[in-house]
């Protein structure tokens, strides 16, 4: 198994400009999830879904910030306008929700810059 | 904000010697979970503990929940250079939903 991949793994763009972050989860797994890493803040959950539909986006920051699952297989993470503080690591992780052990599979992460 | 609170947020010892980190949380949970994580890369899981177990054990790693305390520590035996990472905490309420904790930054020193 692959495991969740994202992409790009490295993001370097200008304020203002739109950027997209991708994700493919686990094959089989039904849950997504979309995290942000920073020192100041730490690890916080923006947005997950369950069988492509979104089910909490109470941590997505603002309204720059959109997510969307068209299918069980991609989801994307957008930024439009972006900012400077929007500078972080975003994760995605899977997991299937006929797991017991609850445990999310975690992606390599998206290092983002925003100069 | 953070569910989770991690003390100590840095600790480093000598390979060989055991490591024991603290979690402290909030709220009612279902499952607490352990995380960790080497530098630049993704989250990988650990351990899990439900909220009617008191202590669990998987290979050098000893977790323990006092629900009472809202409290969780995980020991790790016997460490090796490999186990330098940061571990987090993550408490879930048993939807799909895990908090995250601020992170214990662990060095072993060879």
């Known amino acids: 198994d692959a495991g969740v991949i994202q992409s790009p793994r490295h993001e370097v763009t200008e304020m203002g400009q739109e950027v997209t972050l991708r994700c493919k989860p686990i094959s089989g797994h039904n849950s997504l999830f979309w995290y942000r890493q920073t020192m100041m803040r730490g690890l916080e959950l923006l947005i997950y879904f369950n069988n492509n539909v979104p089910i909490d986006d109470s941590g997505m920051p603002e309204d720059r910030f959109s997510a969307k699952m068209p299918n069980a297989s991609f989801s994307t993470l957008k930024i439009q306008p972006s900012e400077p503080r929007d500078s972080a690591v975003y994760f995605c992780?899977?997991?299937?929700?006929?797991?017991?052990?609850?445990?999310?599979?975690f992606g390599p992460g998206t290092r983002l810059t925003v100069t | 904000s953070q569910q989770g609170e991690e003390d100590p947020q840095a600790l480093s010892i000598q390979e060989g010697e055991n490591a024991t980190m603290n979690c402290s949380y909030k709220t009612s949970i279902n499952n607490l979970q352990w995380y960790r994580q080497n530098s630049g890369r993704g989250l990988v899981h650990l351990i899990l503990i439900r909220s009617n177990e008191r202590e669990k054990h998987s290979g050098r790693l000893r977790v323990t929940l006092d629900t009472s305390k809202k409290s969780s520590s995980l020991l790790i035996t016997a460490s090796r250079a490999a186990d330098t990472a940061s571990y987090f905490c993550a408490t879930g309420a048993g939807n799909e939903k895990l908090t995250f904790g601020t992170g214990t930054r662990l060095t072993i020193i060879p």
């Open positions: 992780a899977s997991r299937s929700t006929g797991d017991s052990s609850y445990e999310q599979y």
